[in-house]
């Protein structure tokens, strides 16, 4: 099979692995952290700070693809600290209007480079 991608420029990977893939309509976006483009870097700050990063890159990626947040249909929100989880929650419901995308929140012991929050999503092309 032949995967066709999408990758932003303004969006970091640290690791063997494409931005977004599509499979037909949809767009299975990889994990994004909250990494600065411009310095390969985590945001300093709190995890609302974090969020809002994680969500930029998570934009250019869509963008790229020819999308937008209106396309989203499911996101998965990854945190160290389920304590963070209302900031978390302020900076999503700035990103997206309702009717809001299906998500799944998850507490795990660590993410990549020692970020606080990693979100993955998947968005749908409109026909």
Request: charged share 15%.
């Amino acid at each position: 099979m032949s995967r066709r991608t999408v990758n932003a420029l303004t969006a970091a990977a640290v690791g063997p692995y494409s931005h977004a893939t599509w499979a037909g309509d949809l767009l299975f976006c990889s994990g994004q952290t909250p990494l600065d483009p411009g310095t390969g870097k985590l945001v300093d700050g709190n995890v609302a700070d974090q969020t809002r990063q994680c969500f930029d890159n998570l934009f250019q990626v869509l963008e790229a693809a020819g999308l937008g947040s209106d396309d989203v249909v499911s996101v998965n929100v990854y945190l160290t600290d389920m304590g963070d989880f209302g900031q978390m929650n302020e900076i999503y419901a700035t990103r997206f209007s309702s009717p809001y995308p299906a998500r799944t929140t998850i507490g795990c012991a660590s993410l990549p480079l020692g970020a606080r929050i990693e979100i993955g999503l998947t968005a749908k092309r409109q026909s």
